[in-house]
Nanobody, 120 residues
Framework: QVQLVESGGGSAQAGGSLRLSCAASGRTFSLVRMGWFRQAPGKEREFVAR????????YYAGSVKDRFAISRDKAKNTVYLQMNSLKPEDAAVYYC?????????????WGQGTQVSVSS
């Protein structure tokens, strides 16, 4: 099992930036991928971005492509989400996730979430 702790959430103005961090601990040797999801009030949780530790491959949801950037520091077992040009629709609780399956694209560990607010 992998434990995940998010940080960096807070308030930003529309057009501003925030950087989220997610520190992994526990069975980190088994990490295959990490990602970010978000959930706004009254809406389902949605995928935001993911990154593969091996191959350094990234994928983004269309709603955040060209505005957000996911990166990782293997030595620190930490993944980041740089959020630029924030929009009010980006306001949500952001969750860090980790996956250990080498074949299936899955996430089986989740953080507690960090709140992101965007004011206009």
């Amino acid at each position: 099992q992998v434990q995940l702790v998010e940080s960096g959430g807070g308030s930003a103005q529309a057009g501003g930036s925030l950087r989220l961090s997610c520190a992994a601990s526990g069975r980190t040797f088994s990490l295959v991928r990490m990602g970010w999801f978000r959930q706004a009030p009254g809406k389902e949780r949605e995928f935001v971005a993911r990154i593969s530790w091996s191959g350094d491959t990234t994928y983004y949801a269309g709603s955040v492509k060209d505005r957000f950037a996911i990166s990782r520091d293997k030595a620190k077992n930490t993944v980041y989400l740089q959020m630029n040009s924030l929009k009010p629709e980006d306001a949500a609780v952001y969750y860090c996730a980790a996956g250990r399956d080498k074949v299936r694209l899955t996430f089986d560990s989740w953080g507690q979430g960090t709140q992101v607010s965007v004011s206009s």
